[in-house]
């Protein structure tokens, strides 16, 4: 019985072993007859790749990546990857006795990397990170052909990402269109309707073609439910693209009018205390353009880790800048023209030269470009050709920011008060104790504070360069007289009003013609309403 039960022990050892072996994972092959592709011609290689891309396993991968590297060849009749000095089967993996020199390689022109794109967006539809996912959904929208169908409805079957689930089922749309099958092409077109890609629109527009002439003539598209289903979708594209350009041109009225904003906002406190036309007001800028230069330096140098943060840090220097500029033009000699206009305009477009020029012999006459951080660089995307630049956005909640700030200063500070009183009387305001000069001297280094910052966000958008502030004076002060003189809400609703309507007149006119409609239209409000949107409230504003 002991050998005999020996034997049954030995029987089910060796049992268990093989089921073991088994169940060890072994290399999977590829379809031989798939990487057969690869020894024929480009035609053929382009198809295998594709469909390297579609199968998506790791070994697909691994393929993929050896035609990328220029180790796939042809060799014997057969396609080999070279893996140092051995050579292998491409399919099994199997080591050849093949000489390495002997493989004729595949070689990667312009057709094979962009076949190697597609599979490789292919492969990036299993990301984890559904941005991933999405940015290979749109290259492969892009690039699509009926050989992707299996891996998009395979894709559609398991993604829970509504943006990525939209991408995938327009490039379904986009291959069905030219389908045999009349159901499916209806599908597609009512599908493509929620596109706002004019590369669709005019896909779209390639079936209400008619060919041939007279009696001939035949629609491109037959079935005329399809062709009423794209016509539908042509219109419904064409409404999201004009609604989505409209935004843009707001967008961007609304960026222009931030910037006009920062710029005017000092000039508006300055001038509506002084009286002062400070023609060296756009240099102002140019310092604290110059100022966040500077920073970005330092962080280059000593902080190179944080660099995408040199904006924040150089908001308070950009301020304190321009105001120490600000001051000593105060102090040196607009102290010594009040109530001289014509002295003092004259005068401070001097001072503009002397920085201008300052500003070339330390940083040199060549324009300087700010790098963006890394969180205000891309876009939010609208429609095809509509973006939303970060760095804007940011700009203009960066110029919301300065507004509190100075509606907080002006309102709920003492200083604020005493700005307020000087500005609405003066002489009236010096004999109930306010300290006009200190007024003066203090109004000037905010205001010209304020236009340093409006250097740091131009910087963002625009070269750094000695003569960068000229192109915004008039502008600023275009501002400062629709809006009334020393009236925040009025620079508001002015700067922001005249940069929606340059935008929209650019589109329309050009951006000379849309400056002059802009300059005729201020002049003609002037004439009619000389104090402003907002008029001086007081005794003496009204006299």
Known sequence: MEPAMNRLLLRLALLFASLACLALPARAALDPALVAGFAGDFNSRVAAIEALGVEGSAEARALLDAVEAGNLGVAAD???????????DAASGEALQIPADEVETITVNNRIRRALATAHAAL?????????????????????????????????????????????????????????????????????????????????????????????????????EVRAAAEASIKAIDRRIATAQAVGTVFSGLSLGSILLLAALGLAITYGVMGIINMAHGELLMVGAYATFLVQGLFRSYLPAYLDWYVVAAI??????????????????????????????????????????????????????????????????????????????????????????????MQKTR??????????????????????????????????????????????????????????????????????????????????????VAKFLEGWAGAVIAKILVLVFIIVFIQKRPQGIFALKGRFADS
């Open 316 to 409: 308070p220097v950009a301020f304190f800048a321009a105001a120490l500029v600000g001051v000593a033009m105060e102090r040196l000699v607009l102290r010594h023209l009040y109530g001289r206009p014509l002295e003092s305009l004259l005068a401070t477009w001097g001072l503009s030269l002397v920085l201008i020029q300052a500003a070339r012999v330390v940083f040199g006459p060549q324009n300087l470009e700010l790098a963006n951080p890394g969180w205000m660089s891309g876009g939010m995307e609208l429609a095809a050709g509509v973006v939303l630049p970060y760095n804007r956005i940011v700009i203009i909640g960066f110029a919301v920011f300065v507004l509190v700030l100075i509606w907080l200063m």
């Open 78 to 88: 057969k396609v080999v990857v070279i893996d140092g000095d051995a050579v292998k």
């Open 415 to 500: 200083l604020g008060m005493f700005v307020r009183a000087v500005t609405q009387n003066r002489p009236m305001a010096g004999c109930v104790g306010v300290p006009t000069a200190r007024v003066d001297t203090l109004a000037f280094a905010i205001g010209s504070g304020v236009a340093g910052l409006g250097g740091l966000a131009l910087s963002q958008i625009a070269n750094v360069g000695p003569a960068m502030g000229q192109g915004y004076i008039v502008d600023a002060f275009m501002v400062v007289v629709l809006g009334g003189v020393g009236q925040l809400a009025g620079a508001v609703w002015a700067a922001l009003g005249l940069g929606i």
């Open 124 to 224: 990036a539809l299993s990301a984890e990170s559904a941005a991933d996912r999405l940015a290979a959904a749109n290259t492969l929208t892009e690039n699509t052909s009926e050989s992707l169908l299996p891996l998009f409805e395979r894709t559609l079957a398991g993604e829970k990402d509504e943006a990525v689930r939209g991408v995938l089922s327009r490039a379904v749309a986009r291959v069905n269109l030219g389908s045999a099958d009349a159901a499916k092409r209806l599908k597609a077109a009512e599908a493509l309707g929620e596109s706002s890609d004019p590369a669709v629109k005019n896909m779209l527009a390639a079936l209400l073609e008619k060919r041939g002439e007279g009696k001939d003539a035949s629609w491109a598209e037959p079935d005329a």
